[in-house]
């Protein structure tokens, strides 16, 4: 006696599909564990920028003369490095502690013999980097650093 299977024979179309169903389920999991790399190396390489400003911001604070050397060097080239105008406010009042001149100056008179971006019918782009004092407190905060007298901003190197 033999027994009969009532099912249908798989085509060679359905296995085809579920092949390609399988490649497809397989494909999404590479690309999600590719996205989790990404987000463990952006929070990585975000984590070594604080740590960087972290310990300039110490030496920025420092009176040894390497660390007087260093200061005049961010003093006079960090400026050129901001590009935004609201960078530049942000530490126009550390450069100028430093001896440094931040150029917001110069900036202001550029702009007076510009057109306005109206006149060329452009639209400023909103600036999504808007940090408030709390927040660069709280970033470059530390406790050994915050015990010390605040820095001579009298110092002209």
Do not use: C, W
């Amino acid at each position: 006696m033999s027994v009969s299977n009532n099912k249908a024979p798989l085509s060679i179309f359905d296995s085809q599909d579920s092949n390609e169903l399988k490649e497809r389920q397989r494909l999404e999991e590479l690309k999600r564990k590719a996205k989790l790399q990404q987000v463990k190396l952006d929070k990585r390489l975000n984590k070594q920028k604080i740590l960087m400003g972290a310990f300039l911001g110490q030496v920025l604070a420092g009176e040894s003369e390497d660390e007087k050397f260093i200061q005049n060097y961010f003093a006079k080239n960090f400026p050129a490095f901001l590009t935004r105008k609201s960078d530049k406010e942000l530490f126009a009042s550390m450069v100028k502690s430093l001896g440094g001149d931040i150029g917001l100056d110069e900036e202001a008179v550029k702009a007076n013999d510009q057109p306005t971006e109206q006149e060329h019918g452009q639209h400023k782009q909103p600036d999504d980097t808007e940090y408030t004092d709390d927040d660069i407190r709280e970033l470059f905060s530390n406790q050994q650093i915050d015990a010390l007298a605040p820095h001579d901003d009298g110092y002209r190197g």
